[in-house]
């Protein structure tokens, strides 16, 4: 594992070089605020200190949007378009972003190994950097922390000058071919810390949420909850869709088109008759929550929140991910307290 | 469980791509209800286990998960009975023989038979929940002498709206074959039994550790059905049922059917009483 500095006066450099090489995707500023994973079209324009992208890099391999079939009214026939593989570097990605990817990838290879998500996901390359964490990101709290390499071919850590740049798979060491970077190793900078966190370790809280199915904080913290499904859209582990059938406007074709769906939306547990399993904006918040810190880690071993602050921060209600689950570890242990 | 991870050369495969099947029949089961029989290119068996179901596609319309009817034991062809209720199936509705829909499956885990043989089986079906049920009933009955009675306790809200009513004629003469009818009204010239489902439970003779029972019907109807079920003596781990939830890939992909941390696409749609037990959000 070899590691290089990558000055700042270099960086535009560094990017080019690698555009050289396959397409890259990197954040962009999109906004005041906002910032959004984009192919990089001039080195110039990519943003390594950014606190988060509005979404995850998520809509690379799962797409908000994609084909899974093409069909012929005409003939009743229909066949899956071809896709083709997108050979890519995905720069300035976060820890929580990668954690986020690598239960995607469990989600569409398990069981039966998905061809749409398999042949996009399997070219890319990734290039992590670390974040200073703002008051949203609690990744620590899941066990990612902002220099966690797991995932990265390369990694960027953050320096006064510039950029310490760690190689961590052959395929990163091949990325850097011909690039000249400064080999003289500087001390690591001092490590950011969270200031947002979740009071208890993971095997706690999995204790608290099998517990805290009737606790009044789903009622509370869905008062304002508009069930517009944003959390959903910007979480980077969601990744239910819906599929749809879309007629052209000839009516002898179409296509069949999947689409990102959300459980905080009415219609995503209703069945033909009209029957709707989570009918409450409760039940659905409770679900959501649910899903990252005890249904899904029950079943993979892996809290399916990474800590990135998303949820949260695009709110339109204000709602926090944080201070609900936080409110259940309060209560749970005032009652131990009272127990004991 | 470990988080699957990405490998070079890992094989993958198409899991949206319908295969196009043949409607053969079409029989008119009531107002609401039509079965239609289907054949898979050069009458392929779909290879199912009764209580499975299937992604039926109409290009231009979309799919639906539609329980599959017929028992394995028939070959060549299978059944499904649909009620018109959506989109879908409103258009189905307008399908006759020769006409040819996209089938992905079959999905879920469908009855685990093995659980069932050497045992009296117990089916307690209300109103469309008889259809999957049906795939069970027909496959002890084909193959009657590994199981013990055959006990069927099927409710319905009215006698208008029964199903599959010559084969309800035809398990009513059967001496190996203990049916049970009730609706919860009936009509002027209903002459059978009158009231809810549970209703047909108290007066069963029943040998308790010697049953097993499958249940299948409209949500509410489960909660009431286990309670007169325990009251009767009969233990949990006799007990299995069939759960509705929506479920669009069938694959385990689209997270719409999740029920706690199962999926009723692949752990369902038939689930053993005490699993269930811990799963908050099933019934």
Redesign the interface.
């Known amino acids: 594992m070899a590691q290089h500095f990558l000055e700042q006066a270099k960086a535009d450099d560094f990017v080019a070089h690698l555009m050289k090489r396959h397409p890259v995707l990197a954040p962009h500023r999109r906004g005041r605020r906002s910032f959004a994973f984009e192919q990089i079209v001039e080195p110039s324009a990519v943003v390594l200190d950014y606190p988060r992208t509005l979404g995850s890099v998520k809509k690379f391999f799962l797409p908000a949007r994609e084909t899974?079939?093409e069909?012929?009214?005409g003939t009743?026939?229909?066949?899956?378009p071809a896709i083709a593989p997108a050979p890519a570097v995905y720069l300035g990605v976060h820890s929580y972003d990668l954690a986020a990817v690598?239960?995607l990838?469990?989600?569409?290879?398990?069981?039966?190994?998905?061809?749409?998500y398999?042949?996009r996901?399997?070219g890319a390359l990734f290039i992590g950097v670390s974040y200073t964490p703002d008051r949203h990101h609690f990744a620590g709290s899941v066990g990612i922390d902002p220099y966690d390499t797991t995932g990265s071919d390369i990694f960027l850590t953050k320096h006064p000058e510039g950029w310490i740049v760690d190689v961590l798979t052959p395929a990163g060491q091949d990325l850097l071919k011909g690039f000249k970077l400064a080999t003289d190793a500087r001390p690591k900078p001092k490590r950011e810390h969270f200031t947002q966190h979740i009071y208890v370790p993971q095997a706690r809280l999995n204790e608290i949420m099998a517990a805290s199915?009737n606790h009044p904080v789903w009622d509370e913290a869905s008062r304002n909850c508009t069930g517009c499904g944003t959390c959903n859209l910007v979480c980077p582990t969601c990744?239910?869709?819906?599929?749809?059938?879309q007629?052209a406007i000839t009516v002898d074709a179409?296509h069949?088109e999947r689409t990102w769906?959300g459980?905080m939306l009415r219609s995503?547990?209703?069945?033909?008759?009209g029957?709707v399993?989570?009918h409450k904006v409760a039940a659905r918040q409770r679900?959501r929550v649910?899903?990252k810190f005890?249904?899904?880690s029950?079943?993979?071993?892996?809290p399916w929140c990474v800590g990135c602050g998303r949820c949260t921060a695009y709110c339109t209600a204000g709602i926090s991910i944080v201070e609900i689950v936080n409110r259940l570890v309060r209560d749970a242990e005032r009652e131990e307290q009272v127990t004991a | 469980?470990?988080?699957?991870?990405?490998k070079p050369g890992?094989?993958?495969?198409?899991?949206?791509?319908?295969e196009?099947a043949e409607i053969t029949a079409v029989r008119r089961l009531t107002a609401m209800e039509t079965l239609y029989t289907v054949k898979l290119p050069g009458g392929r068996d779909l290879g199912h286990r009764p209580g499975q179901f299937v992604e039926v596609?109409l290009?231009?319309?979309?799919?639906?998960p539609i329980s599959v009817s017929s028992s394995p034991t028939r070959r060549g062809e299978f059944e499904m009975g649909i009620?018109r209720?959506?989109m879908l199936?409103e258009v189905l509705a307008g399908y006759g023989p020769g006409r040819?829909i996209?089938i992905r499956g079959p999905f879920g885990n469908g009855i685990d038979v093995e659980k069932f043989r050497g045992k009296d089986v117990l089916i307690v079906a209300g109103g469309i929940g008889l259809v999957p049920m049906r795939s069970m009933i027909n496959y002890v009955r084909d193959n009657r002498d590994q199981f013990g009675r055959l006990i069927i306790c099927y409710g319905s809200r009215s006698d208008t709206e029964l199903l599959f009513t010559d084969e309800l004629a035809a398990w009513e003469k059967d001496p190996r074959v203990e049916y049970h009818v009730t609706v919860d009204r009936g009509s002027e010239a209903w002459q059978g039994r009158t009231g809810v489902i549970t209703t047909l439970i108290p007066g069963l003779d029943l040998d308790l550790p010697n049953t097993v029972c499958c249940i299948c019907g409209?949500?509410v109807m489960y909660r009431f059905v286990v309670l007169t079920l325990r009251g009767k003596g009969l233990p949990d781990r006799n007990i299995y049922m069939s759960l509705?939830?929506?479920m669009?890939?069938g694959?385990?992909?689209?997270?719409?059917c999740?029920i706690?941390?199962?999926y009723v696409c692949?752990d369902g749609p038939v689930y053993h009483l005490p699993d269930l037990a811990k799963l908050?959000?099933a019934l």
Request: proline letters at 4%; hydrophobic letters at 25%; charged letters at 30%.
């Open positions: 899974l079939l069909f012929d009214l009743n026939t229909a066949t899956a690598r239960r990838d469990h989600n569409f290879l398990h069981g039966n190994p998905e061809r749409n398999v042949t996901r399997e199915y990744y239910c869709f819906d599929v749809q059938d007629v179409g069949r769906d459980c995503f547990t209703e069945v033909a008759g029957e399993f989570r679900h649910h899903r005890k249904y899904l029950d079943a993979t071993g892996q | 469980m470990e988080l699957q991870t990405l890992l094989e993958t495969r198409e899991l949206y791509v319908p196009m596609s290009f231009g319309v979309g799919e639906a009620r209720v959506g199936t040819k996209g409209p949500p509705e939830r929506r669009k890939c694959v385990g992909k689209c997270g719409h999740q706690d941390s199962t692949q908050r959000e």
